[in-house]
């Protein structure tokens, strides 16, 4: 009881009521903008985080982690761009609707899928966080080790273009993360004499050139400055009723669970969710030729699945320290700059902050229900702002962000530095989302490696022959055999005229989280 009233006093306290609704209102625009996401505005919004209290920072990036999810089906919708990766399904069958003077009718549809995936999958998350972290809390080294590693080739063989590209970002994420201070002999490494250097590579600017600039930049290079005309005319009312629409309520179900275990598995979040349960839908339609053409079940699967990955990137996050996805990773972040290390303990020696954090999704997806229902009409307009004004100030921010962390110009030098890095990546077709959570889970990596192997006197032994350790390695070899496996089954049944639905799709359009 006393949990409760600690987590109800803070959540509802003014000066945070007011952090939420406009962190909430700030997700939203920029998952509404196209080539915007709720990623790049938790890393645009760190640097303001550090200056607030440890809970207030987190329900401010809690809350524009649901709105930025959330809004990407405005823009997919109303102009067939998504917004995000996680609303690329949705231009499918949103788009068409709106085109055929149904705009209503799609945004509604919307609107109530997100909050329903986004509310129930938090509720599940709730469950689960407490049950999983209290088993993490009775792993060693060896078993964390070994979960570090698995999660990293998780991601690697899931990234867009080939296994080995998704390899080298990763590689290049833990060698980064290797830059300062060793963690146990105190050696220096890879500092090259400079200062700045031996505290490691500084988060926020990493965070800030990697997603901020490094999107404004590959962004404005594709010379795509006009603006889209929208009608809102026919934009009134949820355009459905509750009857009407829970009378898919088999296909809810089944995209529900399909989004909150994608969004379960590290790296794969809400992008791939909304194709998997968009295909799963089509597939088991009685009228699968509705599909494309403006049909409820496509909007329904896509939207629900997306935003249910939300509760479950949260688990992983929480009780293991694991981001489930980019936008978690920066969540991750945001806890390590106010000193709170995510991971089994986290509810243990935090417990008032994680329920603060579960107590902001729910809050939040019924501000994000409440505002997009009310700006319905508004809201588009927003898609019209001129890029040039948008980027210049987004520019702005992130020079003023990184110079605020550490109060010296070497932080915005190194932001440059990271954007250009990503531009490079982006040229050479190396994914973000290994390169991150490399970055992230490399010095977890190596402590619970070094650990594991002085601990006994027994080397590699222990990481084989500890159950937990040796499944979770057997899943990661699995999981880099399965990519030829599977090219070899698709080779196959392209050879005899079969593509699956999730592979056109793919083909078509990029799933991965920026």
Known sequence: MEMFLTVFSALFDPSNVLIIIGGTLLGIVFGAVPGLSATTGIALMLPVSFSMSSVTGILFLGAIYVGGISGGL????????????????????????????????????????????????????????????????????????????????????MSKGNMFNGLIAGLLGIIVSCIGIAPIDGAKRFTFGVVNLFSGVNQIGLMLGVFAVGTLIK????????????????????????????????????????????????????????????????????????????????????????????????????????PGDTATAMLIGGLMIHGIDAGPLLMTNHPELVYCFFGVLLFGAILVLIFQFFGMRTFPYILRTPTCYLYAAILVICVVGAYADSRTMFNCGLMIVMGVVAILMALGNLPTSPFILGYILGPMLEENLRKGLTYGNKGFLPFLTRPVSLILLLVAVGSLAWPFIRDRRDAKRKAAGQESEVDKMSNVFDVEED
Request: aromatic fraction near 12%; glycine fraction near 12%.
């Open 74 to 157: 405005i823009s997919a919708i109303l102009i067939g761009v998504p917004g995000t990766p996680a609303s690329v399904a949705t231009c499918f069958d949103g788009y068409p609707m709106a085109k055929n003077g149904r705009a209503s009718r799609a945004l509604g549809i919307g609107i109530v899928s997100s909050f329903i995936g986004t509310f129930l999958s938090v509720l599940v998350s709730m469950i689960f966080c407490p049950i999983l972290a209290h088993y993490a809390v009775k792993m060693g080294p060896w078993e964390f080790f070994s979960l570090c590693f698995c999660a990293i080739i998780l991601v690697v063989t």
């Open 219 to 322: 962004n404005f290079a594709k010379f795509d400055t006009k603006t889209p005309e929208i009608d809102t005319k026919g934009i009134t009312g949820f355009g459905i009723s509750i009857k009407e629409y829970f009378s898919h309520w088999l296909l809810i179900i089944k995209s529900f669970f399909i989004g909150l275990w994608i969004g379960f598995l590290p790296g794969l979040g809400a992008g791939l969710a909304n194709l998997v349960a968009y295909a799963q839908a089509k597939a088991s339609s009685k009228a699968p030729e509705k599909f494309g053409t403006g049909c409820d079940e496509g909007i329904i699967a896509s939207e629900t699945s997306n935003n249910a990955a939300i509760g479950g990137a949260i688990i992983p996050m929480v009780a293991l320290g694991i």
